[in-house]
């Protein structure tokens, strides 16, 4: 069962306040879209992702390189025919579409979703209202309104594909949410358990709460790393990715790039997922020589298909020579752009051994990372 996404991300948010649009605005470390998008990608049954992006944000494409993006339009009804159409050429079964504000969707939501739309043209979580409701005008209460029947809706909101992309190309302009165009086109919409976790940041406030929502929720992991490599013939080291000059080359299978070995080890330590001798056996010729970013990108891609991004990482670098400081901003930028984070998440520094032990006699250079990852 083939299951898209789309992710309408092309609002501007302008309740919400701030500086830019809200969905890239910072929550609990990360940007709104950034946790709304691991939700998903960690999901074992969403195999394919639409960002639908606003023109003036598709610089922000390249964060979501395992997707695939759009252009949104003027309204939330042309930024969804955006997604639609996107996945018209190799249509899935199924299709979810979720907003972007909407960073706490849970795995439970997005199954219940999935499940339904076996029996359902359409389903969409909801949560029933319980507190009674007024009429009121001029701040006074005028009146009572039953609350019988009545739900709260949430995203996302999920279809069988074809169905409502015809329902969507022949709706004539905006509705409240999707499941009204479908219910035009007389689909029949299953309602589902909502989660009131599930909150669509609107206002300020709004991010305060969900900060304290994910407090719980929140998975944190740790890994350290450690790795050693001893010198041979030859005048240049490579450093967390960084050429250095030097009299002596270290030796190794790879390039011998001992930081970004150690660094590679902390997230498959993380992760707890073994380390570079398992993923990249060293009996394997092909990787005689590889270039390190090989390993390091395969360890950070993998933490990402299973919903983790990194919150941060630490390099430290144990030699007497060659000094590390002048090119410790060349290897942090270096190792941001490998694993596509900002370099304030990246930290590279040096010490010596106080010339004791064999990187104090400088027969080689050893190095230790630790590295954390978050996932919602």
């Not at 929550?27 to 879209?33: C, D, I, S, T, Y």
Request: proline residues 5%; contains cysteine; hydrophobic residues 45%.
């Amino acid at each position: 069962m083939d299951i898209a996404a789309i992710i309408v991300a092309a609002g501007r948010g302008t309740r919400a306040g701030g500086d830019v649009p809200k969905q890239w605005r910072m929550l609990a470390g990360r940007r709104v879209a950034d946790w709304t998008l691991a939700a998903f990608a960690a999901h074992p049954r969403v195999g394919r992702i639409v960002v639908v992006l606003h023109p003036d944000d598709l610089g922000q494409a390249d964060a979501f390189e395992s997707c695939l993006i759009a252009t949104g339009g003027a309204s939330r009804h042309a930024s969804v025919a955006a997604g639609l159409e996107a996945l018209a050429g190799d249509p899935p079964d199924k299709v979810l579409i979720h907003d972007v504000a909407r960073p706490l969707v849970t795995p439970a939501i997005l199954d219940g979703v999935i499940d339904a739309l076996d029996h359902a043209a359409g389903a969409a979580p909801a949560l029933a209202v319980t507190d009674a409701l007024w009429t009121g005008a001029e701040g006074r209460v005028t009146g009572t309104q039953d609350r019988t029947g009545l739900f709260r809706a949430q995203t996302p909101q999920g279809f069988r594909f074809k169905a409502y992309r015809d329902a969507h190309r022949a709706h004539p302009g905006e509705a409240a949410d999707d499941v009204e165009v479908a219910r035009a086109a007389g689909l029949d919409v299953a309602i589902v358990a909502g989660d009131e976790r599930n909150l669509k940041i609107t206002g300020p406030d709004d991010f305060a709460r969900a900060e304290q929502l994910m407090g719980g929720r929140v998975d944190i992991r740790t890994g350290t790393g450690f790795d050693v490599h001893a010198f041979t013939d030859g005048d240049a080291v490579t450093l967390c990715g960084v050429t250095v000059a030097h009299d002596r080359a270290l030796k190794g299978h790879s390039d011998a790039d001992v930081g970004m070995h150690a660094l590679t080890d902390a997230i498959y330590g993380a992760l707890a997922d073994g380390d570079i001798g398992q993923h990249f056996p060293p009996s394997d010729p092909k990787w005689k020589g590889a270039a390190s970013d090989i390993f390091l990108h395969h360890a950070i891609e993998l933490a990402g298909s299973k919903g983790y991004t990194l919150s941060n990482c630490d390099v430290t670098l144990i030699c007497e020579r060659p000094k590390i400081g002048p090119h410790a901003g060349a290897m942090r930028a270096e190792l941001a752009r490998i694993m596509n984070v900002d370099p304030d998440r990246v930290s590279v520094k040096a010490t010596t051994s106080e010339r004791l032990g064999f990187t104090g006699r400088e027969e080689g250079i050893a190095a230790q990372a630790v590295a954390t990852l978050v996932r919602p």
